[in-house]
Nanobody, 121 residues
């Protein structure tokens, strides 16, 4: 059973930065894609960033493009989400997920435990 363990959530002011991490427990697990999702109170879970693990091709939701960067460190078996110029509307619980290459939560196979990001104005 693959476990994805997240770290890095916090409370910051608007304009600030945070980096989230997501470490896989299984070094032999090679998902096709890794995706960051977020869920704000009362809203559906939405995909915000995705990376193809073999090519490093990335995709972003329009709401975060230019501010967020998804990356991976294969040696550490860890996925990252660098979030810059954070806005109050970025406030949500953030989740990493594997391994479908779509921004569809129901198709993902494994999930991290979630981490809270709160951005104050």
């Amino acid at each position: 059973q693959v476990q994805l363990v997240q770290a890095g959530g916090d409370s910051v002011q608007a304009g600030g930065s945070l980096r989230l991490s997501c470490k896989s427990s299984e070094y032999t697990y090679n998902p096709k894609c890794m995706t960051w999702f977020r869920q704000a109170p009362g809203k559906q879970r939405e995909g915000v960033a995705q990376i193809y693990t073999d090519t490093n091709i990335t995709f972003y939701a329009a709401s975060v493009r230019g501010r967020f960067t998804i990356s991976q460190d294969n040696a550490k078996n860890t996925l990252y989400l660098q979030m810059n110029n954070l806005k109050p509307e970025d406030t949500a619980v953030y989740y990493c997920a594997a391994d479908a290459c779509v921004f569809t939560a129901s198709l993902q196979r494994y999930w991290g435990q979630g981490t809270q990001v709160t951005v104050s104005s």
